[in-house]
């Protein structure tokens, strides 16, 4: 009963108390520092927490931080510092991480990152509350002014180099301020095994240059090069996939002119490659990403709101002249990407979550595909439906729509199946919202492996703004204070604000002086990260292990005693404790972690056979 008289309080009073009561009062979500002291009170915690601002210490101590990751892997946690005064010129200085006499971690490969509150006033659904809630990662540059009797987390982010030998390092961080001094250790285990570039689990995710260039002022060429390379880096380090990785070099297409007498068989489209090419070979080599979208024009295309016709040159699709210069682009477009080696990683997303009513429309759209591009993925955002059988070959359902029997059985058919979470669904279930606990997103990977998903998708990840919640061209929305992402499009009127939930659509942020400072001319800097950015790179490491292990078991069958393989292939089962139905899973990331190291002892004993 005090528990609940407590968080009735705590509601009250328009804190955050990271959604779940539990988090706040029952699990061990942090461990003290032996430098903890009553002037200066000194803790870490996994990244999978949300730290409010006024989160009491925890009870649990610890000598020093620990933090777990193969070789060619990322991790962070973070570093709470609570001072009892206002500690003023507070800095982070990073010392040696090292095994001595054998190797030393980058000192540019360890980061630290200062965690970011925005405020909370409409919570996303029933599940969250008001407040505080952290998720911009900007930058520390340091020294800072920190608050007295606040908690202020700093995200520590390491990236072990693929040639570095596994063993346990040990390094230091050094905390300074006006009258402070202390030091904090870090011990660092490199596990024996290496993760790749490029990962399994495929990522489609949308993003606006647009609104890059909007929010950084960039108007001249060379600058937005230089600053959309620093965003395909973040995309690149977290393993996400833009939909369209080349928006600076799209493809080009001479269209042949037309007139009364031009026949059919003359309607041959021009393909310049040259631009394309060399972009997509960067995105596909260099920052590894693994899919795609490819636009098919003369498709027509829309969603369960609207849709527009299929039209291409000013023919309609039952004419011959139509059926020939679509036929003839797909044509030269598929087997282009053949020459190329990229078929697996194009796909054709066209029609956005069809209404019943728009199915003919979309078999119709599907039947010109499979004629034309018999051999280019066509993907659809919708579950598993009777009357579109034989048209997608990648059904896309959001999370709460997925229906395993279904998905099985078009599966034994050579299909694939991606789902997706945007502004649904809501609690109970695995989300993006920023007023959520921060397990839901690496949570939600772990589902996608249990289910055999192969892929996931997310509409925007810089939607920073709502043309009809924020019409003024001139003051569009600013992230960082407004979390809210508000409905636009779909006949929505200009003034009008509709929710969709806080973060939809946004796991990264402009720079804060684009964002905060209204420049007057350019920012180079690249995108601010978000907690949620990082526990979806996390969920999609995690996924490897499982991905890594499992192929290990194949090859190493004969090496293992039968007992010797079942305890090994057991790892590969999604434990209860980490997500036992689609809306029943941890909200603590202690059960993911230990799973997740039990998969990464075994990688390492299999690797060593």
């Known amino acids: 009963m005090l528990k609940k008289i407590l968080c009735l309080v705590l509601l009250l009073a328009g804190r955050t108390v990271c959604a779940q009561t539990s988090d706040y009062f029952n699990a061990p979500y942090g461990k003290l520092l032996p430098a903890s002291t009553d002037k200066v009170g000194l803790w870490w915690a996994s990244s999978g927490w949300k730290i409010s601002p006024d989160k009491p210490l925890p009870t649990e101590t610890s000598r020093a931080i620990t933090i777990r990751m193969a070789r060619n892997e990322t991790e962070a946690v973070q570093l709470v510092v609570r001072p009892t005064f206002r500690l003023k010129d507070f800095t982070i200085h990073i010392g040696t991480f090292a095994i001595p006499g054998v190797a030393v971690i980058p000192k540019e490969n360890i980061e630290v990152l200062k965690v970011r509150y925005v405020n909370v006033t409409r919570p996303t659904d029933k599940s969250s509350v008001t407040g505080l809630w952290p998720d911009p990662l900007p930058p520390f540059k340091g020294p800072i002014d920190l608050e007295a009797n606040k908690n202020q987390p700093f995200w520590l982010r390491i990236k072990v180099p693929r040639s570095l030998p596994a063993g346990n390092y040990t390094g230091f961080l050094d905390l300074e301020g006006r009258n402070y001094n202390d ?244 609690a109970p279930y695995c989300t993006l919202f920023i007023d959520h606990p921060g397990t839901e997103l690496r949570v939600w990977l772990w589902q996608t492996w249990k289910r055999k998903i192969e892929g996931i998708l997310v509409w925007q990840t810089n939607y920073w703004t709502s043309s009809a919640a924020y019409p003024d061209a001139e003051r569009p929305q600013n992230p960082y204070e407004d979390p809210m992402g508000w409905v636009s499009g779909y006949s929505t009127a200009k003034g009008t604000k509709r929710p969709w939930g806080n973060g939809d659509g946004r796991f990264i942020y402009p720079p804060e002086a684009a964002a905060d400072a209204h420049p007057s001319g350019p920012v180079l800097d690249g995108p601010v990260d978000s907690i949620r950015w990082e526990m979806l790179r996390d969920g999609i490491e995690d996924y490897e292990y499982l991905v890594i292990l499992k192929r290990l078991l194949n090859t190493k069958k004969d090496k293992l005693t039968t007992e010797q393989y079942q305890q090994y292939s057991t790892l590969l089962d999604v434990p209860e404790a980490i997500s036992k139905e689609m809306t029943t899973f941890t909200k603590d990331p202690a059960p993911i972690e230990a799973h997740r190291d039990k998969a990464a002892r075994a990688i390492a004993k299999l690797n060593k056979l």
């Not at 527009?308 to 004419?319: V, Y």
């Not at 993907?379 to 048209?391: A, F, N, R, S, Y």
Request: charged letters at 25%; proline letters at 8%; aromatic letters at 16%.
């Open 183 to 426: 030091g904090i250790t870090v011990h660092v285990e490199v596990y024996d095994f290496v993760l790749p570039d490029r990962m399994t689990c495929t990522t489609a995710f949308g993003f606006s240059t647009g609104n890059v260039f909007r929010y950084q002022k960039l108007s001249e060429p060379r600058q937005k090069r230089q600053v959309l390379e620093k965003y395909w880096a973040s995309f690149s380090a977290h393993h996400i996939s833009p939909y369209n990785p080349t928006p600076l070099d799209g493809l080009k297409v001479t269209w042949p002119k037309v007139t009364e007498s031009t026949r059919p068989q003359q309607l041959k489209p021009v393909f310049d490659w040259t631009a394309w090419d060399k972009a997509m070979q960067r995105a596909i080599d260099y920052y590894h990403f693994n899919s795609f979208r490819l636009s098919i024009p003369g498709l027509g295309g829309g969603s369960f709101h609207s849709r527009h016709e299929p039209k291409l040159l000013g023919f309609s699709e039952d004419t011959p002249h139509y059926k020939a210069v679509f036929n003839a682009y797909c044509r030269q477009l598929q087997e282009h990407l053949r020459s190329k080696g990229w078929l697996d990683e194009a796909f054709v997303y066209w029609f956005d979550e069809p209404a019943p009513r728009d199915y003919e429309f979309v078999m119709n759209g599907f039947r010109k595909l499979k004629n034309a591009v018999p051999d280019i993925n066509r993907m659809l955002t919708e579950q598993v439906e009777p009357k579109l059988i034989g048209g997608p070959d990648i059904w896309c359902p959001v999370s709460s729509n997925y229906k395993h029997e279904p998905a099985e059985q078009r599966r034994r058919h050579g299909e694939k199946f991606w789902w997706y979470v945007c502004c649904g669904p809501k």
